[in-house]
């Protein structure tokens, strides 16, 4: 059986990942164990990476920021600390995906501002999805 205390902690074990693995990666890129720009010099590749870059965030960041807004959701989360749980998240996840696949592809293009941008936005949108209890309880609709 989850607990409130158990689910925040969790949620906040797994937002603490999804910001270190890219600081990760940025540590890997930046002390050169791996070459960055090794993707330079192929303009389609730059130009269908940056798309995809680009509707990542837009779709991560509206989705992850309204999901507990919609009332399907809503109503499942309102009966349910699991699906809170569950929501909460595939929340977090459609935030990190784009934080990673940017970060990740601004050191492979040769440290490309568009990417970087990206990454940006999506710890941005990060700050707004920090677990708490008064947040879950807001969210669940419990006084």
């Not at 010099?41 to 269908?48: E, I, R, S």
């Not at 509206?62 to 807004?69: A, D, P």
């Not at 809503?74 to 699906?83: C, E, G, V, Y």
Request: hydrophobic share 45%.
């Amino acid at each position: 059986m989850l607990s409130e205390e158990k689910v925040i902690l969790t949620l906040r074990s797994v937002y603490a990942a999804q910001l270190l693995s890219p600081l990760m990666l940025v540590g890997i890129f930046e002390t050169e164990l791996q070459e960055p720009g090794s993707l330079v010099g192929n303009d389609v590749l730059t130009y269908a990476m940056n798309m995809v870059g680009v509707v990542l965030v837009l779709c991560g960041i509206l989705l992850g920021l309204k999901l507990m807004t919609f009332q399907r959701v809503k109503a499942r989360i309102h009966d349910s600390l699991q699906d809170y749980y569950s929501y909460s998240l595939c929340r977090l996840a459609l935030l990190g995906t784009p934080l990673l696949y940017n970060t990740l592809a601004y050191y492979l293009l040769g440290c490309e501002p568009t990417c970087g941008y990206l990454a940006l936005m999506c710890v941005v949108a990060f700050m707004f999805v920090w677990p708490s209890k008064d947040k879950m309880r807001y969210e669940r609709d419990i006084e």
